[in-house]
């Protein structure tokens, strides 16, 4: 079964825009991933963020994890069409292990 | 490139057949993982190896069976196949056995008819 579960399912928006993403997931973590997937090609780490760290940036990437809620964010700030991809949250289990993928949001980035 | 390798890019085949795919992970990743991707069961979880011993199990079905050598390459088959198996099929590795960042193949996609 999955742990995560992104949202919106589908998101499309203009470039220049602000991208946000959503994770909810079940149970406890290690840490939680967010990878991103251009149609049928492989999927490419994007950041990690640990169990005890609330915010992390990378570039134009901005992730939030609250514990307490199951849940992560995914920011894109300032989008691009070359964003336009399917982005998944993947955690991991207490031992680091158990990577589990949720559905994914797809982005669709318009010029 | 991720620097991890998947064979064949493409496979078509029958139902009731069997087929083998293989992956060569990142230099010097110790940690393999499998995981099947279609589109009404999303990223699934199969299975995953660490310096040849098998470290975690998702949801594989019975007639599929992976290993990894000493190598550190690893070979998923899947036997009696059926339509259902068709699916795109990655291999990732990480330097540790849990918790890293995953480096993902291409993939392997399969093909059963």
């Known amino acids: 079964s999955q742990q995560g579960e992104e949202d919106p399912q589908a998101l499309s928006i203009q470039e220049g825009e602000n991208a946000t993403m959503n994770c909810s997931y079940k149970?406890?973590?290690?840490?939680l991933q967010w990878y991103r997937q251009n149609s049928g090609r492989g999927l490419v780490h994007l950041i990690l963020?640990?169990?005890?760290?609330r915010e992390k940036h990378s570039g134009r990437l901005r992730v939030t994890l609250d514990t307490s809620k199951k849940s992560s964010s995914l920011l894109i700030t300032a989008s691009r069409a070359a964003d336009t991809a399917s982005y998944f949250c993947?955690?991991?289990?207490?031992?680091?292990?158990?990577?589990?993928f949720g559905p994914g949001t797809r982005l669709s980035v318009l010029p | 490139d991720s620097g991890v390798t998947q064979t064949p890019k493409h496979l078509i085949t029958a139902t009731g057949q069997r087929v083998t795919l293989r992956c060569s992970p990142r230099?010097?990743?110790?940690?393999v993982y499998w995981y099947q991707q279609s589109l009404d069961q999303g990223l699934q979880f199969l299975i995953q190896?660490?310096?040849?011993?098998?470290?975690a199990k998702g949801n594989i079905l019975e007639r599929f069976s992976a290993q990894q050598f000493p190598d550190l390459h690893s070979e998923l088959n899947l036997s009696s196949l059926e339509l259902g198996d068709s699916a795109l099929y990655f291999c990732?590795?990480?330097?540790?056995?849990?918790?890293?960042?995953?480096?993902f193949g291409e993939g392997s996609r399969l093909t059963v008819l």
């Open positions: 230099s010097g990743d110790l940690s």
């Open positions: 149970t406890s973590i290690n840490n």
């Open positions: 990732a590795s990480s330097v540790e056995s849990g918790g890293g960042e995953l480096f």
């Open positions: 963020i640990r169990s005890n760290e």
């Open positions: 993947a955690t991991d289990d207490n031992y680091g292990q158990n990577f589990v």
């Open positions: 190896y660490y310096n040849g011993e098998e470290r």
